[in-house]
């Protein structure tokens, strides 16, 4: 039953392979309302691309229903083609067409009419900074650029969903951040995106909800700061000292057990680029309350003539959420 | 905002349309390459066998008029090959570059279809250029009959789509890292089993190769190609594959292929 208010329903979705036996999506059920950024995170091999890849229709779900705009993805391809674009991981541009061709024979495929195309061809590729290399061919592009070239692509039909599959997977800082900021700019007009990613940063920069998927099952399904909340504890400390000497690590980390409201200290790698430093050493204190440990903590350092370099109090990520959730990192 | 086409049968019709158009863009462009690859070899076929053998006495001097639709035959096979089988091997291997067209409004069989169309288009003029071409090369050598014109064009598209069809199957079953396996497997026996070099019915003698031939479409295309070309000589009209049996050959490899074919499509593209 499509619900007619979701731009993306998935209820009970089940994917198995020919040849597997296990099922690479495990009943899944989520939806995503128009106007939101949703993400889908986890590691590799969690079930995240079949989901998406039943969702654009290119792989036939082994049970389940999925709609988008309310339209059946398995009964209506063509129109689920009509409404969605896809950015997928790698570059799946036409290098035998010239930059601006690809962009307008996308347009022509979706039935765009003729002088539409052209026009928006030129205005989105000056909007993602494409607009004086029109004329090349893609494959000199390099891997942001293709990203950006992509996206312009997908937006060349006035999608209603953009699915972006690991958007900014291999991309340098910066390419990220201009990535990141075009992908919140389209949101802001509009467009519901379903993004996936295995980087922890990406989902918390973007996603308005965050579905957290392993071994082809939907673990928790909320906003960041709920996730966040759902560690027991909270938030840390953590320190970094000189010890007074290099064997003195356990007896500081005893002092700091002792403190009043305490559940676990953590000895961590010092971490330290000057690695001739052994009297280096770091702890990570977990306390219902960590912010109230930053003073009693300093007073217990300076009793055990340790001196303090660096002391923060640290909120969760997502990736320890992750961790607590599954016993294992993300990669 | 972009006025939306509810009909799907629209949708699709101008999506095919306009992949179609892509791709006669993109050969347009190379067109130089096209031709120079359409017309290499051929070329130096008629060369050898009709100009250069004859002339040391090898061969008769009106083997040419035999030879001639078998090489119309054989290059309309490879120019489709050619034009769908590489590109399709690399494209649903790594390249991918054909997402965007199945991410378009249209059933993915379609773009399996305009591919078939488009190759085949691609080897009717391959096919073709080789008439002018087979003329300046032969000179007074040069004999094609004039008065079976209709059924020489029906044979040059029928060939087109058996060829286009066969590249399809091959595009789609063989994975690019096969590639040069599937030359010398499938591509080499298919040239010469296919009646290119030698017509049908003098292979009476050699029974077993004669049945063979039949195992090959480009046999029921090259005979069709020698009933619509060859001239008769002196009052005889060399025999050939009954045209009834060319025409099923043909319609047979075109329906097979096209069934098979979009349907290891499907499964390749959709999983």
């Known amino acids: 039953m499509p619900n007619d208010s979701a731009a993306i329903e998935v209820r009970d979705l089940v994917k198995r392979y020919a040849k597997s036996p296990v ?51 398995v009964r209506n391809p063509i129109g689920i083609k009509q409404r969605i674009a896809v950015v997928p991981q790698q570059s799946n541009l036409d290098r035998s067409l010239r930059v601006r061709e690809i962009l307008t024979f996308h347009a ?36 942001g650029m293709s990203q950006r070239l992509m996206i312009a692509r997908a937006l060349m039909h006035a999608p209603d969903v953009l699915f972006l599959d690991e958007p900014t997977n291999n991309l340098d800082p910066q390419s990220r951040l201009f990535l990141w900021d075009r992908i919140r700019a389209l949101n802001a007009q509009g467009l519901t995106i379903l993004l996936t990613t295995h980087d922890m940063n990406e989902a918390d920069q973007l996603c308005g909800r965050i579905a957290i998927m392993d071994k082809g099952r939907i673990l928790v399904n909320d906003t960041a700061g709920e996730l966040k909340k759902m560690i027991p504890g909270g938030s840390t400390v953590e320190l970094r000292v000189r010890l007074p000497e290099p064997s003195a690590g356990a007896r500081v980390a005893e002092a700091l057990r002792a403190l009043d409201g305490v559940n676990k200290v953590d000895e961590l790698d010092a971490d330290t680029p000057e690695e001739e430093e052994p009297d280096l050493a770091a702890y990570r204190l977990y306390a219902e309350k960590a912010p109230a440990l930053v003073g009693p903590a300093t007073q217990a350092m300076l009793l055990e003539g340790a001196q303090v370099r660096d002391l923060h109090v640290k909120q969760p990520s997502l990736e320890d959420v992750f961790i607590y959730l599954t016993g294992r990192h993300l990669r | 905002m972009i006025a939306r086409h509810e009909s799907r049968l629209w949708l699709a019709a101008n999506a095919f349309g306009a992949t179609l158009r892509r791709d006669l863009a993109v050969t347009r462009r190379e067109l130089p390459q096209f031709l120079v690859q359409a017309l290499i070899q051929p070329m130096f076929f008629l060369l050898i066998f009709c100009k250069i053998l004859p002339g040391i006495g090898l061969t008769a001097g009106n083997f040419a008029a035999l030879l001639l639709p078998g090489i119309v035959g054989l290059t309309e096979l490879m120019a489709s090959i050619q034009g769908i089988t590489l590109p399709l091997a690399l ?48 000179g007074s050598r040069y004999a094609v009959r004039g008065d079976r014109i209709g059924v020489l064009i029906g044979m040059i598209v029928l060939a087109a789509f058996a060829g286009s069809g066969i590249g399809l199957v091959i595009g789609t079953v063989v994975k690019p890292e096969q590639i040069s396996l599937m030359f010398s497997i499938i591509i080499t026996p298919l040239l010469f089993t296919g009646c290119t070099y030698y017509p049908w019915a003098a292979l009476g003698n050699i029974r077993w190769f004669q049945i063979m031939t039949l195992f090959n479409p480009l046999t029921y295309a090259a005979e069709g190609l020698r009933y619509a070309m060859v001239p008769p000589v002196a009052g005889h009209t060399l025999p050939t594959l009954p045209m009834p049996w060319v025409l099923l050959g043909l319609a047979a490899t075109i329906a097979v292929c096209f069934a098979f074919g979009t349907r290891t499509f499907r499964a390749r593209v959709v999983s």
């Open chain 2, 91 to 138: 494209d649903l291997g790594y390249a991918r570059e054909i997402d965007d067209r199945l991410l378009a409004p249209l059933p993915v069989w379609l773009v399996a279809v305009e591919k078939v169309l488009f190759a085949a288009l691609r080897s009717m003029v391959a096919g073709g250029v080789i008439f002018p071409a087979a003329w300046w090369v032969l």
């Open chain 1, 108 to 143: 022509a495929y979706h039935g765009v009419p003729h002088r539409e195309r052209e026009e928006r061809a030129d205005s989105l590729l000056n909007e993602l900074g494409l607009g004086e290399r029109k004329n090349d061919r893609a494959w000199r592009y390099s891997g």
């Open chain 1, 23 to 73: 099922n690479a999506v495990d009943g899944v059920t989520f939806q995503v309302r128009p106007g939101e950024i949703f993400g889908l995170l986890g590691p590799n091999g969690a079930g995240k691309t079949t989901t998406i890849g039943v969702l654009i229709t290119s792989v036939v779900p082994t049970s389940g229903a999925a709609a988008i705009m309310g339209l059946d993805v």
